[in-house]
């Protein structure tokens, strides 16, 4: 069980896109479309942004939206804000029927100039 | 509306037992595809995922700390206790519960988090 793989830091101006990948393996990302990704302000709770890879909980912006290929997901927001400064995390279901488990990724921090 | 609130110890001594409680409201552990999950977060840290219990009671723990981990529920009193044990100062953390949502596969509420620090 190793945790999914995301860069440690993105920055973008404000207006801009980034994208901040996650990568994991055949025996997690690669084989669920199961990813979710959560945002966390420091000292709060993180917040789900994005689930089942690419849908959008009730009352997230469709600034935020995700996508997947491979071993790796992505998570892209568009239009950057001021607020949208935060850390993210991506997380998957992982293992199989009968010995699943959930992972989640290092965490990146993305910094809007 | 869907609350979750962590409770337990904010100090343990080392090989010590840790027992955390997640108390919530506005939904059943006996609703079919309902859960509850452990997740926790050394200061500075990422998450980690440590443990979950479903409606049909039905349980997956963390590979790297099942051995330690313990998770059960009491859907009378709306809640679920995590219990772990051996507590070393690399345990300390932020224990965050969260409503896990099956028809979303994912974490939609958390609670607020509880810090716990583990020294003598």
């Known amino acids: 069980q190793s945790a999914l793989t995301q860069p440690a830091s993105v920055s973008g101006s404000p207006g801009q896109s980034i994208t901040i990948s996650c990568t994991g393996t055949?025996?997690?990302?690669?084989?669920?479309?199961?990813v979710s990704w959560y945002q966390q302000h420091p000292g709060k709770a993180p917040k789900l942004m994005i689930y089942e890879g690419s849908k959008r909980p009730s009352g997230v912006s469709n600034r935020f939206s995700g996508s997947k290929s491979g071993n790796t997901a992505s998570l892209t927001i568009s239009g950057l804000q001021a607020e949208d400064e935060a850390d993210y995390y991506c997380?998957?279901?992982?293992?199989?029927?009968?010995?699943?488990?959930?992972?989640f990724g290092g965490g990146t921090k993305l910094t809007v100039l | 509306q869907i609350t979750l609130k962590e409770s337990g110890p904010t100090l343990v001594k080392p090989t010590q037992t840790l027992t955390l409680t997640c108390t919530f409201s506005?939904?059943?552990?006996?609703?079919?595809?309902?859960?509850v999950g452990w997740i926790r977060q050394p200061p500075g840290k990422a998450l980690e995922w440590l443990a979950l219990i479903y409606w049909d009671d039905d349980k997956r723990y963390s590979p790297s700390l099942k051995s330690r981990l313990t998770i059960t529920k009491d859907t009378s009193k709306n809640q679920v206790v995590l219990t772990m044990t051996n507590m070393d100062p690399v345990d300390t953390a932020t224990y965050y519960c969260?409503?896990?949502?099956?028809?979303?596969?994912?974490?939609?509420?958390w609670g607020q988090g509880t810090l716990v620090t583990v020294s003598s």
């Open positions: 997380c998957s279901y992982a293992g199989s029927s009968t010995l699943s488990y959930v992972v």
């Open positions: 506005g939904f059943s552990l006996s609703t079919s595809g309902v859960g």
């Open positions: 055949s025996s997690d990302v690669g084989s669920y479309n199961l």
């Open positions: 969260a409503h896990r949502n099956t028809a979303m596969d994912s974490f939609d509420y």
